[in-house]
């Protein structure tokens, strides 16, 4: 009788143990298919999500792209706000206004009618927080000439040199437009958005990450290519080096104002004459 109680807990464990472990290896498989689906595709992958918290008629529009650089290299270009501007096509402005508690509130603006008008937010941008594996970085309205907006970037490393970068976009413009329409502007501003960090990001990946010598078919043109693709075989390190500084850069921008930035602000000031000696 003890032998059999014994056999019966046992299965039991065993049964709990597997029904534990079900989800986890879905979760697995279905990141790895997600993973194989983008390298695959070589670009942005568009989608769109029914708006939730609150719902509206807009959808919120998202692009998700396989960038050949590590998670860390992917986090500082996502949160450096202030030069979005200079790489991020969608955005004509943009800078941080203040900083609190790794909280950053940033100003950005958007032309629309051909540059007739514009719209424009200030939005409060997280710092960076676990969602499972992924890292979740979410901006919400304060005020602007828009009715509401709502950004959601979501990075999550493949290994240590890939990441895979996600973009949510929310906008209810005040103007009466039909909400198809709005929602295949936010889809197709995500896709441009993932798409300048990704080739920001892999011009940026070191030099002897295998990211930058595999799958070279996959990178978008225009982007940069990396010092250790360019170099030949058995190239000394002073000739990848050279090669390097001759790859294609972004195009040079004018340093920003210091005066643009709240003085107190040093961080953002930093990064903002960093971008503009890049």
Do not use: C
């Not at 603006?109 to 008008?117: E, K, L, S, Y």
């Amino acid at each position: 009788m003890k032998k059999l109680w014994s056999l019966s807990l046992i299965a039991f464990a065993l049964a709990v143990l597997s029904l534990s472990l079900t989800p986890r290896a879905a979760r697995a498989a279905d990141a790895d298919a997600e993973t194989e689906k983008l390298a695959s595709l070589g670009k942005a992958l568009r989608y769109t999500l029914k708006t939730t918290g609150p719902t509206a008629a807009i959808d919120t529009g998202g692009a998700a792209i396989l960038v050949k650089a590590p998670l860390s290299t992917v986090r500082k270009i996502v949160t450096s706000y202030g030069s979005y501007k200079t790489f991020i096509g969608p955005f004509d402005q943009s800078r941080v206004l203040a900083k609190r508690k790794g909280t950053s509130e940033v100003y950005l603006q958007v032309p629309i009618m051909n540059g007739a008008a514009h719209i424009w937010t200030v939005a409060d941008m997280s710092p960076p927080t676990k969602d499972g594996a992924d890292e979740v970085i979410s901006g919400r309205h304060k005020r602007g000439n828009v009715a509401d907006f709502r950004a959601r970037w979501r990075l999550r490393a493949v290994d240590e040199h890939h990441t895979i970068l996600k973009l949510e976009l929310f906008v209810a413009p005040k103007l009466p437009v039909p909400p198809s329409v709005v929602t295949t502007q936010l889809v197709k501003a995500a896709d441009k958005a993932v798409t300048a960090v990704r080739n920001r990001a892999q011009s940026e990946a070191p030099p002897d990450a295998p990211a930058t010598t595999t799958a070279a078919s996959n990178v978008a043109p225009g982007a940069a290519a990396s010092a250790s693709a360019a170099a030949p075989d058995g190239a000394a390190p002073a000739a990848r080096g050279a090669d390097k500084s001759s790859a294609p850069a972004a195009p040079a921008q004018p340093p920003a104002s210091v005066s643009d930035l709240p003085p107190t602000d040093e961080a953002s000031v930093r990064r903002d004459k960093d971008m503009a000696r890049r």
